[in-house]
């Protein structure tokens, strides 16, 4: 399995990103995508997560009502929108597959809930 993930780049504040993660390599077609975030000096965390049919969305409070995730279940491919970005979403984004995604919705933010990871994409937001 294979999680491209692009899109990362430097931005200034207020400005906008959009992250693409396509996956390979999956033989099931219901698994849940998401994004995860660390910034440096910092602990990992959930950014967003969307389930196999685009619903069961679910997102970070820091992030709600900035970024979106969506999904494209043809091209395999999840993306993140990042929208009135600060210098504190500076981060390495990665993408993370879910192959078999629980109806616990407490479970999705945890990184142990993931089977596979991307190997990061960069963004840096300046002040």
């Known amino acids: 399995v294979q999680l491209q993930a692009s899109g990362g780049g430097l931005v200034q504040a207020g400005g906008s990103l959009r992250l693409s993660c396509q996956a390979s390599g999956l033989t099931s077609r219901t698994y849940a995508m998401g994004w995860f975030r660390q910034g440096r000096g910092k602990e990992r965390e959930f950014v967003a997560r969307?389930?196999?049919?685009?619903?069961?969305?679910s997102y970070a409070d820091s992030v709600k009502g900035r970024f979106t995730i969506s999904r494209d279940k043809v091209r395999s491919t999840v993306y993140l929108q990042l929208n009135s970005l600060n210098p504190e979403d500076t981060a390495i984004y990665y993408c993370?597959?879910?192959?078999?995604?629980?109806?616990?919705?407490?479970?999705?933010?945890?990184?142990?809930?993931?089977?596979?990871w991307g190997q990061g994409t960069l963004v840096t937001v300046s002040s």
């Open positions: 969307i389930g196999w049919n685009g619903g069961g969305t």
């Open positions: 993370v597959v879910d192959v078999e995604p629980r109806s616990i919705t407490s479970s999705w933010s945890s990184q142990s809930g993931y089977d596979y």
